[in-house]
């Protein structure tokens, strides 16, 4: 029997976030880390019961459980991952219109105060961990998270968008530049269309 999970493609070419992202960033982080989670998942559930749920109920089934730490990293890097590049689209980025655009402007006051907060988000998430944009009670907020942690099994939050702060998302191009990064990504490449589809 095959392994119970495999790679989803990328959405667009290694080379097609450049100059943000480098192809040579994208192919390390899609290619060597994103993949080593999926093949360590598979590994880690090969004689568990798990491997016959998603990636989605794995990471809501053994988060904050000590004895399944190790499945819920690398399966909460699988699904953080996923959704993190389809955060992100060539061209994008930028302030949005749409629903989304309104949203912004009544749960921030206006786009720039968003930025700044999701920007702070980014840049001051100690260590390795992700920033994201999420719907609660109708309003948009702005969480970060250590490590591979994410909204998923938290009541009442819905990820929107998220932004990787792990080093090996940026140190190619930027090394410690971490604040460079967050602000290229969000006027660059930020995919406010999936954003605005995930408000469901």
């Known amino acids: 029997m095959g392994a119970p999970f495999t790679m989803n493609p990328l959405p667009y070419a290694e080379d097609a976030l450049s100059p943000v992202i480098s192809a040579q ?3 390390f982080h899609y290619g060597k880390h994103h993949t080593t989670y999926l093949n360590t998942l598979n590994k880690l559930v090969e004689n568990d019961p798990l491997k016959e749920k998603s990636i989605e109920e794995i990471v809501k089934a053994t988060a904050g459980k000590e004895d399944k730490r ?8 699988v699904w953080n991952h996923d959704f993190y590049w389809r955060s992100l689209r060539p061209n994008g980025g930028g302030k949005p219109s749409g629903r989304i655009g309104e949203m912004i402007k009544d749960s921030f006051g206006d786009y720039d105060k968003f930025k700044s907060e999701l920007a702070n988000a980014a840049t001051t998430q ?4 992700w920033a994201w944009l999420c719907l609660e009670g109708g309003k948009l907020t702005v969480r970060k998270t250590p490590n591979a942690e994410n909204p998923l099994h938290l009541n009442g939050v819905k ?13 190619l191009d930027y090394q410690n530049r971490r604040v460079d990064h967050v602000n290229a990504t969000i006027d660059k490449l930020l995919n406010w269309e999936f ?4 408000l469901g």
């Open 25 to 27: 960033t994208l192919g």
């Open 159 to 171: 990820a929107l968008l998220t932004i990787d702060v792990w080093e090996h998302a940026y140190y």
């Open 126 to 129: 100690f260590g390795s961990g």
């Open 70 to 77: 190790t499945i819920f990293n690398n399966a909460a890097q």
């Open 195 to 198: 954003a605005e589809k995930n």
